[in-house]
């Protein structure tokens, strides 16, 4: 529960648990929102959202806010960073702005709240391109951004310049893998170093998965992380266009698809069909959508593109939005199956 908490972030790391004879009383900083409460339905079969009184540890931690409020004007308090990203041991943030002159200030503010982090990073673009990659500036700490980052037992390394990961798809990493049935071939078409294919190869013992990608870094470290994780005998990473891939080497082979690349997964679907063994299948789609009826918009685009490819479609198992990306824009995640093929 803590771990799930925390991947939320409604874990309050100022005040400590409690114990008692019967229960574990963990500290939240708000109310869960109904989509969290879901997260943690599924995970945790018996809890209770009470209100409870907690110590506070003896020295409450300074907080960004405490240590750049006599360095910055007092204007721009209020546009410093609300949320920040840790992959491994590097912070990752976005400046305003704004606030461009203080961004040293601001790294190593960062770097004295939280004594692991050893490099802070500052957005400096958008996530573009084919390998989906972000430009970033260090403006603290060290210039080498080479990390290991730990997600449900599983280490990753990885190097947030040269290859797409983000620490906020942790839970689907989980839920997709959670769903995932020993004897099962799976095709993770858009795998990066790893965080689907590996969890799956580690959560099961009897699995095979096909991990394509077309960065060449991303591959390097997915097979080093093969290594790390030990699960080599079950992931075969391959290098390419999952398109190509699939059409020459993966047809009829899968019972389930991971198509993670939101911007363009769409126009992948008829692939992801070919790669479903003949039978049946299941397709974790993820797609980005703008304002209202999002998760019916995704649905439907979804079910047209299965129909299209000839194949039957059966049922959406599960439609959920994974985060906001932007104003009134989210990541959505579905997850369909496929039946055969259809008669014309
Ligand atoms: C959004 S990232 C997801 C990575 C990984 N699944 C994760 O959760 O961290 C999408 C990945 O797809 C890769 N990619 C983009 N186009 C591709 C293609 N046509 N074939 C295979 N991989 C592709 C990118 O290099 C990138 O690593």
Not at 305 to 323: E, P, T
Request: charged share 30%; proline share 4%; net charge neutral.
């Amino acid at each position: 529960m803590i771990r799930i908490l925390d991947d939320l972030d409604l874990l309050d790391r100022s005040l400590k648990v409690v114990r008692n004879d019967r229960y574990l009383f963990i500290p939240i900083k708000e109310k869960p929102s109904k989509w969290q409460l879901e997260v943690i339905e599924k995970e945790v079969s018996e809890f209770e959202i009470c209100i409870h009184s907690f110590q506070r540890y003896a020295k409450p931690a300074k907080s960004i806010l405490d240590i750049l409020e006599d360095k910055l004007p007092p204007h721009l308090l209020a546009c410093l960073p609300r949320s920040i990203d840790f992959v491994g041991d590097i912070a990752i943030l976005e400046i305003p702005e704004e606030l461009e002159d203080y961004k040293t200030l601001i790294g190593e503010a960062v770097m004295n709240v939280f004594k692991r982090v050893r490099s802070v990073l500052a957005k400096s673009s958008a996530v573009t391109g084919v390998y989906r990659v972000r430009s970033y500036e260090v403006v603290a700490g060290s210039e080498n951004t080479e990390t290991v980052h730990r997600e449900y037992g599983c280490s990753y390394l990885l190097d947030p310049r040269k290859v797409y990961f983000s620490p906020r798809l942790s839970y689907e990493h989980y839920r997709i893998a959670s769903q995932v049935v020993e004897g099962e071939t799976i095709v993770d078409m858009f795998a990066g170093v790893g965080p689907f294919s590996i969890l799956i190869a580690k959560l099961h013992r009897n699995v095979r998965v096909y991990a394509i990608d077309i960065n060449p870094d991303a591959i390097g470290y997915l097979e080093k992380n093969l290594r790390i994780n030990r699960v080599e005998d079950k992931v075969i990473p391959i290098l390419g266009d999952a398109r190509e891939i699939i059409q020459t080497r993966l047809r009829n082979v899968a019972d389930r698809v991971i198509m993670n690349l939101p911007e363009k997964a769409i126009e992948y679907i008829d692939v992801a069909c070919i790669a479903l063994k003949p039978s049946d299948g299941i397709i974790h789609y993820y797609g980005f959508e703008d304002g209202s009826y999002a998760l019916e918009k995704a649905e439907a685009k979804v079910i047209e593109g299965i129909v299209k490819a000839g194949r039957i479609f059966d049922k959406v198992l599960s439609s959920r939005i994974v985060k906001e990306v932007a104003p009134y824009r989210w990541q959505i995640a579905i997850d369909v199956k496929v039946d055969g093929c259809r008669i014309v």
